[in-house]
């Protein structure tokens, strides 16, 4: 699959998460590409690591994954983030200075593909907007903002340009609150009306999650599971919803499966985690 044209690209920070003394990659675009590449949809990484063992384990893992690689070379150091869990959910101290900060447009791109996956983190360097600037110019049809509200970053403007971009938005409850609060809006029908969206999605931990389209809403309760470790969760419910979407599959079977996908991982450790051959092919 690595040398394949991917269905989907998925650009921004590739990083390893420090947890307890324990380094375990992660990062949300490389999160959702794994997960999105176990559901059979070809899907390249658009990122940067640096000339270290860390970012030579990277280039293993996705060589061996068969998840398509445009991952630059960099002097910098490749990226780290110390993780704390408190009261089940993570809290993020992001490391600057790093590879991921400098993304540059791969040759490789040939043409558009159909959705292109970005977030708010990597948004922080010039490099990278003008990168993400560069593939969005290539008219995906989708195009997927993951709202990955994070401290330390001043997310203003990135949320308000992204949104502009967006025909897909992804949020967590809290991140909702977050941008509600910040725009004025009451619904989330008002968020798709005001910026044009096709469909935003809008995840509740164990409440759950809905998908709301123009005129319509869905919603799915969370099966009930002991959670291990919540890291990248939402990442796979994201991919999970993705792969549905790509296929035609009907929305309320693709968000339902998504929460089934993302209970999984959370009674796992790791942002990575392979799923059952039943959940691969849960479209099928």
């Not at 360097?125 to 509200?149: G, I, M, S, W, Y």
């Not at 389209?213 to 419910?237: K, L």
């Amino acid at each position: 699959m690595k040398d394949s044209i991917p269905r989907v690209v998925s650009f921004g920070e590739v990083l390893f998460d420090c947890i307890e003394g324990r380094a375990c990659l992660g990062g949300a675009p490389l999160n959702f590409a794994w997960y999105l590449n176990q559901l059979a949809i070809p899907v390249a990484v658009l990122s940067a690591v640096g000339r270290d063992e860390l970012g030579a384990s990277v280039r293993r893992v996705l060589q061996r994954s068969g998840i398509i690689s445009w991952v630059s070379d960099r002097p910098e150091p490749t990226g780290t983030v110390d993780v704390r869990v408190v009261e089940g959910q993570p809290e993020f101290d992001i490391h600057t200075n790093v590879a991921w900060e400098y993304i540059e447009f791969p040759h490789a791109v040939q043409e558009a593909p159909e959705l292109v996956y970005f977030g708010t983190v990597a948004q922080g360097t010039e490099l990278n907007c003008a990168t993400l600037r560069k593939l969005l110019a290539l008219q995906p049809r989708h195009v997927l903002f993951d709202v990955n509200l994070r401290p330390g970053f001043d997310f203003c403007e990135i949320v308000l340009e992204g949104l502009q971009r967006a025909s897909i938005l992804k949020v967590s409850a809290e991140e909702w609150t977050t941008i509600s609060e910040l725009l004025g809006l009451d619904a989330p029908a008002q968020a798709l009306e005001r910026f044009d969206l096709e469909m935003l999605a809008l995840t509740r931990g164990g409440k759950g999650a809905e998908v709301h389209v123009p005129g319509r809403a869905y919603q799915t309760s969370a099966p009930r599971v002991e959670v291990v470790d919540s890291v990248g969760a939402g990442d796979a419910f994201c991919a999970a919803l993705v792969a549905g979407v790509l296929q035609g599959i009907d929305l309320q079977r693709a968000l339902e499966a998504a929460a089934e996908i993302a209970a999984f991982t959370v009674q796992r450790r790791g942002g990575q985690v392979e799923l059952s051959a039943a959940l691969c092919g849960i479209f099928a």
